[in-house]
């Protein structure tokens, strides 16, 4: 991958009912190039719509990549990647970093009303499968959509210096918790 490509990763910090979101670009290269600011609310349903707004208030073309630190931000926010890709036209993958036999236990656990839980079941559902990919000694795990599983593996891996977590993601989550804190 060429030192001057760019990706954009999206990380969340929460406390009490506001998450705070942070987007880094940064270059294959390692290179911070740019950062953008959100909110979604802990427990609801705003966070597609949240990244959505990131991305355009970022107004970068030179993005090639979106990364987003998991699937369901801020309490069961559920990402829907595929609308994200539709709405960024960014290849769109979702990394997360641990192993588990998937959300649906923990939605179902975390919400009384049955609407609430179908409704975050049905966007979970959607999504394309979680495969494991190698990075180094850790494994990670990426669902993709705009690109295939290989070519999503490699964006990983490329982006992924040391540590198991792709510099965007780890430059964000890192921002992210900064603002939580000057909150």
């Known amino acids: 991958m060429k030192a001057g490509a760019r990706a954009l990763g999206v990380a969340e910090s929460y406390r009490d009912e506001t998450s705070r979101l942070a987007g880094t670009v940064v270059r294959a290269s390692r290179v911070v190039d740019g950062f953008v600011f959100g909110r979604c609310t802990v427990g609801?349903?705003?966070?597609?719509?949240?990244?959505?707004e990131m991305v355009a208030?970022?107004?970068?073309?030179?993005?090639?990549?979106?990364?987003l630190a998991g699937i369901a931000p801020a309490w069961f926010n559920v990402l829907d990647l595929r609308r994200i890709h539709d709405r960024t036209g960014l290849p769109t993958l979702s990394v997360s970093f641990e192993a588990s036999p998937g959300l649906g236990p923990a939605i179902r656990e975390a919400f009384d009303d049955p609407a609430t839980v179908r409704d975050r079941l049905d966007t979970y559902r959607a999504q394309p499968d979680r495969r494991p990919v190698s990075v180094g000694d850790d494994t990670l795990y990426v669902r993709a959509v705009g690109v295939d599983d290989d070519r999503a593996a490699e964006v990983v891996r490329a982006f992924t210096p040391e540590g198991g977590r792709p510099e965007p993601l780890r430059v964000a989550r890192l921002a992210a918790r900064g603002l939580l804190d000057a909150d």
Do not use: H
Request: hydrophobic share 40%; net charge negative.
């Open 57 to 67: 208030r970022l107004d970068r073309e030179d993005v090639r990549w979106l990364l």
């Open 44 to 52: 609801g349903t705003d966070a597609t719509d949240a990244v959505c």
